[in-house]
């Protein structure tokens, strides 16, 4: 039978995500409601290593909803990758009485959570916070939908400017193993043409378009990169057409990690409350050792094995639309 859950640790951990805050500030309200005691762990698993938790009250994540990062900060620990870095946690987490923790981030943090599960009883619940929106087991992930909001917001900004100089800029997004965000990203900025992570052969592809647009004397300004397409990098790229086309003034932008930042979107907002409630309700009744997502508007859980080791791939619809709508 499941302990009685009565104390509730929370953490984010890995890269940040718009939309963090939110998910905090969910699990802490809900908490309340179930005359639970929260404890905020700060810097991730770091945090529980060296012991740096907080109780938080309701007044404590007033007034966070609309705020960008964690206000539980968040680092990545080599440490707790090790079997003696765990056994220091676990000490905290004795500490503090916590019952149950609820961990907010990507893979390495769902990585984190499946071994200290398994080696102590302490269940936890996954929720998915990275703008990469590369976690299986859910149709987004916290913190996306405001990134590709964000970087399409700098590439209307940057149009403007190619249209005014008749330039053609390369666009680097985030997404080092993953194309969502440039997918996405390519589809809602219109872009001529986009690098995939997932995809091959766009050197010459590209080269044919701008050739086959000139003839047609359609103005190509705009190409998303995604940071770890197999193509090269943006000044690569950018070089290739200059030194096989003739006419073309090209310019390179990196968004970087504005990505990242601001406040999130209305859609990261009810998502991360969402996914905070949820989890919560879940160590409520027993359920212990699941990432949870949304999937087809429908709240889905799934094993921490199987959101870290299943490959969640592009929609192939998008990349025939984005295709599609750039000739």
């Not at 500490?95 to 769902?110: K, L, P, Q, R, S």
């Not at 149009?159 to 100089?165: E, I, L, M, V």
């Not at 197999?230 to 086309?245: F, I, P, R, T, Y």
């Amino acid at each position: 039978m499941s302990k009685e859950i009565k104390r509730i640790g929370v953490l984010t951990s890995g890269g940040d995500a718009p939309g963090m805050n939110a998910a905090i500030r969910a699990v802490v309200r809900a908490a309340s409601f179930h005359d639970l005691h929260v404890y905020g762990v700060f810097e991730g698993y770091k945090g529980l290593i060296n012991g740096e938790v907080k109780r938080l009250e309701s007044g404590d994540v007033a007034n966070t909803l609309q705020r960008g990062g964690t206000i539980l900060k968040t680092a990545r620990c080599e440490e707790f990758k090790t079997k003696e870095g765990r056994n220091i946690a676990y000490e905290t987490i004795k500490a503090y009485d916590i019952d149950g923790m609820i961990v907010i981030g990507g893979n390495g943090t769902y990585t984190g959570a499946k071994y200290f599960s398994e080696e102590f009883d302490i269940p936890f619940i996954g929720l998915p916070g990275t703008i990469d929106n590369d976690i299986w087991g859910t149709d987004y992930t916290i913190g996306y939908d405001t990134a590709i909001n964000t970087a399409i917001e700098a590439i209307d900004k940057i149009r403007d400017t190619a249209d005014s100089h008749n330039r053609l800029f390369f666009i680097e997004v985030m997404g080092r193993h993953a194309g969502f965000i440039a997918l996405d990203t390519g589809i809602g900025s219109g872009a001529a043409y986009t690098f995939l992570p997932e995809l091959d052969g766009g050197v010459s592809h590209l080269l044919d378009m701008l050739k086959k647009a000139a003839i047609r004397k359609k103005m190509f300004n705009i190409v998303v990169v995604a940071e770890g397409n197999a193509n090269g990098s943006v000044h690569d790229l950018a070089k290739a057409v200059e030194e096989n086309l003739k006419g073309y003034d090209t310019r390179v932008t990196t968004i970087g990690h504005m990505q990242r930042g601001g406040s999130p979107s209305a859609a990261d907002r009810v998502l991360a409350s969402t996914l905070g409630y949820e989890a919560v309700e879940c160590l409520v009744k027993g359920i212990k050792n699941k990432a949870l997502g949304i999937v087809d508007s429908r709240l889905f859980m799934c094993t921490f094995d199987e959101a870290i080791n299943n490959r969640k791939p592009l929609n192939d619809a998008k990349i025939e639309l984005l295709n599609v709508l750039a000739i």
